[in-house]
């Protein structure tokens, strides 16, 4: 059974600081999504990884995907109050694509 | 349309209630999922269509859910007699993909969502 594991939970951080969140995922997958969720409202995709190797970035973020370790990481860079949501990684299994995610990570950017 | 469109926006239902909630996918999309997200936690994979067929349906949690996608494009999503445990919001997602179609860069566009609440 695929799983997929994210850390921490639950970020606070200053503003202008630098981050990391890290999402496991148990089995053989290589596709590998990033989605924003602000509260109240829907997912927003924010990066789609799909080879080992992969690197994405985007403003502020930058994601990266290790196959054979099955890691991603998302890394924050010179945080802002902007990127205060919810992160979920999440892993479309081999074969079939209906997505597993991760339990999501808190992310709090104070001034 | 643009988006994803889910209605309703929010659903109170009393508890032993049947309710109906529907997606508007991506004009052409041919896959679309249903997910359950509970409070504080990631969506959890319900079932999916290609086009009109169900070809998975093995996250329904009970033999109360019931998804249709008669003529390929709207679907709704049909919880019988509610219980308290089927609060959460439900997430419609399309995809122009088909299962198990392995090229690259096909994602997954989510619609707002219905927040249900059972009381």
């Known amino acids: 059974e695929l799983k997929v594991e994210q850390n921490p939970l639950f970020l606070s951080m200053q503003e202008g600081k630098n981050y990391t969140i890290y999402c496991n995922y148990s089995t053989t997958s290589d596709r590998l999504y990033w989605y924003r969720q602000d509260p109240g409202k829907s997912l927003e995709s924010l990066f789609v990884?799909?080879?080992?190797?992969a690197v994405k970035q985007e403003g502020r973020l930058m994601a990266s995907l290790d196959t054979k370790a099955r890691l991603s990481t998302l890394h924050i860079t010179a945080a802002v109050h902007d990127l205060s949501a919810t992160y979920f990684c999440a892993v479309d299994r081999k074969y079939g694509n209906k997505l597993v995610f991760g339990a999501g990570t808190i992310l709090r950017v104070k001034s | 349309g643009a988006g994803v469109s889910q209605s309703p926006r929010y659903k109170v239902a009393k508890r032993g209630q049947d309710v109906a909630l529907r997606c508007d996918p991506i004009s052409g999309h041919v896959s679309l999922f249903w997910y359950q997200q509970a409070l504080g936690q990631g969506p959890e994979f319900l079932t999916y269509f290609q086009n009109e067929a169900q070809l998975d349906k093995s996250g329904l949690p009970s033999d109360r859910f019931f998804a249709e996608r008669p003529e390929g494009s709207v679907s709704t999503l049909k919880i019988q007699r509610t219980q308290q445990e089927d609060s959460a919001v439900y997430l419609c997602a399309s995809s122009l993909a088909r299962m198990n179609y392995r090229g690259g860069g096909y994602g997954y566009t989510f619609g707002s969502g219905t927040r249900l609440t059972v009381v």
């Open positions: 990884l799909l080879s080992n190797g």
